[in-house]
C-alpha cells in the first residue's frame, strides 16, 4: 500500500478519501480501527476514519497507534494524520499529542503541519490560520460548542499541545520550491524543531509542498496537504489516473436530513432548506433530556413527512442558544444526547426503508455511521469541496453524505440529491 492515512473524525475522512481518489489513488475508507491483519485489497490508499477529536487526548493516541500499527503492517509506505482545516482542538490536544506518538512509533525525526485547503476558504499565513478573510479567531470557528478556536497563531495553538519544539515554514520559503523547502527542515531540525506549521494560501502551494514531501515517512495536515501526494507516486509510475464519477447509482429507498452540526455553514443550511419549504423538525436537547421529545416520536413524524421530498430533523442553534444547554445539561452531555437520538433514529429509518441519507456534522456522522453498522465507503461524486456522495461496502447498501459542519454551499441541502441516479 503507497499511502495510509488516519483521520480524527469520520467527515474529515471522507474529505481526504475524495481528495486522494479524485488525484488518481484507488481509495478505501475504513470506518474504526481496522483489525489485525486486515485485508485491503488492492488499495492503494486506505483512509481510517476515527472519532477521535474530541476525546481524551491519551484515547486518540491509543486510537492512532493501533490504526497505525496495521497499516504499517500492510505495507503501507507513506503516513498522513488528518485533522480538521480549521484545527479544531484544544491546549491539550489532541493534534499535538497523536502527532509526536506517530512520529516515535515511525522514528519521523521532522514533520510538517498544515491544515490550509483553499478551496473551502482555509488558508495559512505566517502562521496564522484564516477562514475565508477572516482570522481564524474571528470566524464562527470561535464559538464551536467542543473546540472553540479563539487563537490564530498556530505555532501557537500546536506549541502548547506538544513537548518538542513547534516552527513556522514560512510562504516565501514555500514558494521557492521543494529544495528549498526540504533544506530550511533539515536546518530545523538540527536546530531541534520537531514539528513545522507550514504556509499555504493557494493549491499550487500545497502541490510544492506535496512534492518536497515525497519522501517524508509521515506528514500531518487537512485534506489539502494530500493534493500533491499523488502525483509523486505517478511520476514512478506507480499509479494511473482513476477517476470520480459525476453521479452515482443509489440504493432504493427513501431520503433524509439529520443536521448536529451547530456550525454556521449547517445553521445557513437548515435556514435555506425550511425557507425553500421542505419539512423540518427541531430536535430540542432539554425536551430530549426530559422525556418529551423522544426517538419514536422523532421518527413517526419523519415517517409522516416523507412525500414532499427529503424531510430535515435538526438540532443546529444558535452559539447563545447552545451555550445555555451546555450550562444546563453539561457541555458533554447536550452532544450526546443529540448524537444518540439521531443515531438511534437513522436504526429505525433505516429499518423504515431509508437508504439515502445526508448526515451534518463531524461527531454526528460518527455516531449514526457506527449505529447503521457502516464499516467502509465508496467515494462517490464531490457536492462540494470536501465533501462527497458515498457508498457504503459491506453491511447495509447506503448512500451516504457525510458532511464538516463548516462545509457547503447555504442550498447544499437542496441540490445534493441531483448527483444520485435510481
Not at 465508496?378 to 457536492?383: F, K, T
Request: net charge negative.
Amino acid at each position: 500500500m503507497l499511502l495510509g492515512a488516519i483521520a480524527d473524525d469520520l467527515t474529515g475522512a471522507t474529505d481526504l478519501s475524495l481528495m486522494l481518489a479524485r488525484n488518481g489513488m484507488k481509495t478505501v475508507q475504513v470506518i474504526g480501527v481496522p483489525e489485525e491483519g486486515a485485508d485491503f485489497g488492492d488499495a492503494e490508499a486506505v483512509v481510517v476514519a476515527l472519532k477521535s477529536r474530541t476525546i481524551p487526548a491519551d484515547q486518540a493516541v491509543a486510537m492512532a497507534l493501533a490504526s497505525a500499527l496495521v497499516l504499517r503492517a500492510a505495507g503501507t509506505e507513506q503516513f498522513l494524520f488528518k485533522y480538521c482545516s480549521t484545527f479544531d482542538s484544544t491546549d491539550a490536544g489532541n493534534i499535538g499529542p497523536v502527532a509526536e506518538a506517530l512520529m516515535d512509533l515511525l522514528d519521523v525525526p521532522i514533520a510538517i503541519a498544515c491544515p490550509a485547503f483553499p478551496a473551502a476558504g482555509r488558508s495559512v499565513y505566517q502562521g496564522h490560520l484564516f477562514v475565508g478573510s477572516s482570522l481564524l479567531s474571528d470566524s464562527a470557528m470561535r464559538d464551536h460548542p467542543l473546540t472553540p478556536m479563539r487563537d490564530p497563531n498556530l505555532v501557537r495553538v500546536l506549541q502548547a499541545q506538544c513537548a518538542a519544539r513547534v516552527g513556522l515554514l514560512p510562504l516565501d520559503i514555500v514558494s521557492a520550491g521543494a529544495e528549498v523547502i526540504n533544506a530550511v527542515l533539515h536546518k530545523a531540525q538540527q536546530a531541534g524543531f520537531r514539528l513545522m506549521i507550514a504556509d499555504a494560501v493557494r493549491d499550487a502551494d500545497l502541490r510544492v509542498l506535496g512534492k518536497a514531501l515525497a519522501g517524508a515517512r509521515l506528514i500531518t495536515g487537512g485534506s489539502g496537504i494530500a493534493m500533491g501526494l499523488p502525483e509523486n507516486f505517478r511520476l514512478q509510475g506507480r499509479i494511473g489516473s482513476a477517476a470520480v464519477p459525476e453521479k452515482m447509482a443509489a440504493p432504493a429507498g427513501k431520503s433524509v436530513i439529520l443536521a448536529g452540526s451547530c456550525s454556521e455553514a449547517t445553521r445557513g443550511q437548515v435556514d435555506e432548506a425550511i425557507a425553500a419549504g421542505r419539512p423540518a423538525l427541531k430536535i430540542v436537547p432539554a425536551d430530549v433530556a426530559a422525556g418529551s421529545q423522544t426517538v419514536s416520536d422523532v421518527a413517526n413524524w419523519v415517517l409522516a413527512n416523507t412525500d414532499a421530498g427529503p424531510a430535515l430533523v435538526y438540532s443546529s442553534d444558535e452559539p447563545d442558544a447552545v451555550r445555555a444547554v451546555q450550562d444546563k445539561l453539561g457541555k458533554d452531555e447536550a452532544g450526546l444526547l443529540v448524537e444518540h437520538l439521531l443515531a438511534n433514529l437513522a436504526v429505525i429509518l433505516r429499518d423504515n426503508g431509508f437508504s439515502r441519507f445526508i448526515v451534518a456534522g463531524g461527531e454526528t456522522s460518527g455516531a449514526v455511521v457506527a449505529a447503521l453498522g457502516v464499516s467502509s465507503l465508496r467515494i462517490g461524486p464531490e457536492i462540494a469541496p470536501g465533501v462527497p456522495w458515498t457508498r457504503s461496502v459491506g453491511g447495509p447498501d447506503l448512500a451516504l453524505a457525510l458532511k464538516s459542519g463548516n462545509f457547503g454551499a447555504p442550498d447544499f441541502f437542496q441540490t445534493a440529491w441531483d448527483l444520485l441516479q435510481d
